[in-house]
């Protein structure tokens, strides 16, 4: 997403953002790229989302047992995005177990590309991810928010003058206004996953009718339940703004209830005006006849 003055801001590409390793490893290797971990609910086969919209340029599929040059990358992804100032700007997805999209393919920000694996040069499932910028590989966190953590506190983030990419506070409003969201409808099958879900990242939950409601929660977990909705493909909505949505009708009807309360009263001055006049007409008429 491109956001003011042309800053680039990209969608982390998992679920939750913790940090295995960073753009160098903890003894200074060059590694050029985040790791991420993919193994926090007791799969490792975690969906993986386009981090901006683009064109898919590249895709792999491992031998099953190389691991040296791109082959080492397993089964892998990369999309081609709007340039940035004047450089291709592009992002790599690796080691995943499968991809679920196409060499030449468009595809939206936040778009199901593959899930995550242990595939080409790794000893463990995580997402490898590179951002390329002009055919240089950067540090991918210059890119993304600051909302992640890291797995140990060695692992490399920002170099000098490196830093998350920071977002104006109207614009993190438009797409959330409260803590709290309301997910649905939902079948008593996606009621459950989703509750389970809430339970293991330790959000409270209620239901409203056909209707889950999540939170009040952290941003990171609220983002977390909003993926894993979308991943369900089940509405999701900020608690408030639905509300609101549900109101608005009330409101509407309301409104015309008052204008017809209006035209009501207003009949009924008139009304009362002609009684006057009757009265005092009456009043003349018995003058006259005494
Ligand atoms: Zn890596």
Request: glycine share 10%; charged share 0%; aromatic share 20%.
């Given at each position: 997403m491109r956001i003011e003055n042309g800053t680039v801001l990209l969608l982390w590409p998992l679920e939750l953002h913790t940090l295995t390793q960073g753009m160098y490893s903890s003894k200074g290797v060059w590694h050029g790229a985040i790791d991420m971990r993919c193994t926090w609910d007791g799969t490792t086969e975690q969906p993986v989302y386009a981090a901006e919209a683009g064109t898919v340029n590249w895709v792999q599929t491992w031998d099953g047992k190389s691991t040296a040059g791109?082959?080492?990358?397993?089964n892998g992804v990369k999309i081609r995005h709007a340039d940035y100032n004047g450089q291709t700007l592009e992002t790599r997805y690796a080691?995943?177990?499968?991809?679920v999209v196409k060499n030449g393919q468009a595809v939206e920000e936040g778009q199901l590309i593959g899930y995550t694996g242990n595939t080409g040069k790794s000893s463990g499932a995580h997402l490898h991810f590179e951002v390329i910028l002009g055919g240089v590989r950067r540090n991918p966190l210059v890119w993304l928010d600051g909302d992640f953590t890291t797995a140990w506190n060695t692992v490399y983030t920002y170099g000098p003058g490196e830093g998350p990419v920071e977002q104006k506070k109207e614009e993190t409003n438009m797409t959330f206004t409260s803590d709290t969201l309301k997910i649905g409808p939902v079948s008593t099958g996606d009621r459950k996953t989703m509750t389970e879900y809430a339970g293991r990242l330790g959000a409270a939950v209620r239901d409203e009718g056909d209707y889950l409601v999540a939170g009040p929660m952290s941003e990171k977990v609220r983002d977390a339940m909003a993926a894993k909705a979308r991943k369900l493909s089940l509405g999701c909505a900020d608690y408030m703004a639905s509300a609101q949505a549900d109101l608005s009708p009330v409101m509407d009807k309301l409104s015309e209830l008052e204008e017809g309360m209006a035209e009501v009263l207003t009949a009924q001055r008139s009304m009362a005006d002609q009684m006057v006049q009757l009265l005092d007409k009456l009043a003349a008429a018995g003058n006259a006849l005494e």
């Open positions: 791109n082959q080492s990358y397993g080691h995943l177990s499968s991809y």
